[in-house]
């Protein structure tokens, strides 16, 4: 038995310590907005924020998150209620597909708790491990620039 | 610290001869090499005289690498900037672009070689070591007019250096007049090229095996200037030249000896070098990482002949003597393995399961299909020191602007130091026949704060 903090609630899981968190977080807990997407730390469609730090969910044992706090898109908010940052991707328009997008607000969310105020090369160089297939960037970009702004 | 203090102690003496040497250093300013006449080309057409200097000097500049170091933002190549962290400070290079004011956009073919022969600027002040001139002092006049030519063919930026951040007295550079009395050694080396009246090919094997050695040192101690990195220096950072190609450490990764690469678990070969120097991947030993990487991308546009070179020169440097005995410590730490050593083994298997196998485990596609060799034939998980293995796993292999060659995420922000530290552990046990490397957490802190890089 081990305990995984996930958006704030603790849950008793009883699965092998070797389980990558993503699949815990889907198969366990039912949480479905992290991705599987290339299981190798290429694409980012995983990501979500363990401790302060965005980290490809995939590539991460549940034994290694010990206690600390782990993150996920549906943290942030809800359909009927979204959060700052995927307001601004609602409003720019920023998913065509959406299967990189939980990843993507995830990485980007990391980034504004740390730099209120981005610049563009800080979001660049930031949002480098994330891969948008259908070519979303630009929106992606303008929609963290946005909620940059109304830090 | 303590390294430090003898180093500024060596250095308050230095000062002290200082005042006299200054004196009677204008010679070493003054241009003596200027009358050296450029090689003259043969009979051609301006133009194609032209692209061919642009393109030997495009290569050229392609092994010494220079863009790497005189870059800061990749959209401003050869326009400096960036900060070289040096054991005296910080040092920023400079703008190399043909930019008039900021740039070498004023500077005459005879400034530009002053400051590669001699490490001399255009205004006569004294450039630091950490730009190679003591290995381009080895470069003929032709060389180094290629160069030239070649980097004035660059957009020009203006771009100023920020100003050097050095321990004090270093920031006096007269004092780099007693440096190089010691450690500089100007003077062309041959160049191993052909002649154009003799541009046939060698009568015999050995023959062409020598004039390939004879190139290869030429660029490697010239032009290239491996040395640099992979050569221990001593407490004023020059190169030890008894310990010559021995490995060091440079910002923050080992450089590793290029004198053992016989006792690789295979030892390198011709080919595996070739492939090395210029894709950035061995399949019998792994892939470039660190200030590796940007060396490789560049020697992709070096020629081939040029490379074949450098790995038949590095190959005759191999020592033959046994290794040095300096295995008996970790042989006896190996012995005492306790328990709590296996259990952070088992811990380092569960990881690596999750966290590696995926592309690292025996059956794994990038293994079967990338090219990738095993972990147990990895350079940095069979060196002796874990430096390197710990520096991958923190930093990975970078692939950023979509550069070509191996990718590895960075682990850093994932794993914590305990976990980096039990994963290293499973590796050397796991898939090296070398003893056990003693390391902890703390050994992994420490590699952690030692760059910037998060």
């Known amino acids: ?151 | 610290m303590k390294k430090r203090s003898i180093g500024l102690s060596a250095w308050l003496c230095v000062l002290a001869c200082t005042a006299f040497v200054a004196a009677t250093s204008c010679w070493l300013v003054h241009p003596l090499f200027a009358a050296t006449a450029v090689a003259e080309a043969p009979v051609a057409s301006p133009a194609a005289d032209e692209t061919a200097t642009l393109k030997h000097g495009a290569e050229l500049a392609a092994i010494g690498d220079c863009v790497v170091c005189h870059t800061a933002k990749h959209d401003a190549p050869f326009a400096g900037g960036r900060p070289l962290d040096t054991p005296f400070g910080v040092i920023y290079s400079t703008n190399i672009t043909p930019d008039r004011q900021t740039g070498i956009g004023a500077w005459s073919l005879e400034d530009f070689t002053q400051a590669m022969r001699r490490g001399v600027s255009r205004d006569g002040h004294l450039l630091y070591p950490a730009f190679p001139y003591p290995h381009f002092t080895h470069m003929t006049d032709a060389d180094i007019a290629a160069i030239y030519a070649y980097l004035r063919s660059r957009d020009a930026v203006q771009a100023t250096a920020p100003a050097n951040r050095l321990m004090f007295p270093l920031g006096f550079r007269p004092l780099i007049a007693v440096w190089n009395l010691f450690f500089l050694n100007p003077g062309v080396e041959p160049d191993g090229e052909p002649s154009v009246a003799t541009a046939t090919s060698p009568s015999t094997p050995t023959a062409a095996h020598e004039e390939q050695l004879l190139r290869g040192r030429y660029l490697i101690d010239g032009p290239a200037h491996c040395a640099a990195c992979h050569t221990p220096m001593n407490l004023l950072g020059a190169e030890k030249r008894d310990e010559a190609f021995d490995g060091n450490v440079i910002e923050g990764w080992q450089a590793p000896a290029l004198t053992t690469l016989l006792r690789a678990p295979k030892p390198w070969t011709h080919d595996q070098l070739t492939a090395y120097l210029r894709t950035g991947l061995a399949d019998q030993h792994g892939a470039s990482a660190g200030p590796m990487q940007p060396v490789t991308l560049s020697l992709a546009n070096a020629s081939d002949a040029d490379v074949d070179a450098m790995a038949t020169y590095l190959l005759s440097l191999q020592s033959t003597s046994a290794p040095a005995s300096t295995d008996a410590a970790p042989q006896e730490a190996q012995a005492q393995t306790t328990s709590a050593d296996n259990a952070h083994v088992q811990d380092g298997a569960v990881l690596f399961s999750a966290t590696c196998a995926s592309c690292h485990a025996a059956h794994a596609p990038m293994t079967t299909f990338g090219d990738r060799p095993s972990l147990a034939l990895s350079t940095a998980v069979n060196a002796q020191d874990p430096r390197n293995a710990l520096r991958l796993i923190l930093d990975g292999i970078p692939n950023e602007l979509g550069t070509r060659g191996p990718y590895m995420p960075a682990f850093a922000g994932t794993l914590t130091d305990a976990q980096i530290a039990d994963l290293a552990a499973f590796l050397r046990a796991h898939f090296s026949s070398q003893p056990a490397w003693s390391l902890d957490a703390a050994n992994v802190e420490k590699l952690r704060k030692e760059t910037s890089e998060p």
Request: aromatic content about 4%; glycine content about 10%; hydrophobic content about 40%.
């Open chain 1, 1 to 151: 038995m081990m305990t995984l903090i996930v958006n704030g609630v603790p849950h008793q899981l009883d699965i092998d310590p070797s389980t990558p968190l993503l699949y815990a977080l889907r198969n366990q807990l039912g949480l479905h907005g992290a991705k599987f997407g290339c299981g190798l730390g290429q694409c980012g469609a995983c990501t979500v924020i363990v401790g302060d730090q965005p980290v490809f969910s995939c590539l991460l044992p549940v034994a290694a998150v010990g206690t600390r706090a782990v993150r996920t898109i549906e943290g942030l908010g809800s359909a009927d209620k979204p959060g700052r940052l995927q307001q601004a991707f609602i409003d720019r328009q920023a998913a065509q597909c959406g299967y990189c997008i939980a990843g993507m607000v995830m990485r980007a969310q990391a980034l504004l708790e740390r730099v209120p105020a981005p610049t563009d090369e800080q979001i660049r160089a930031h949002m480098e491990p994330n891969l948008c297939r259908c070519g979303t960037h630009m929106r992606i970009l303008a929609a963290i620039r946005e909620a940059g702004q109304h830090a």
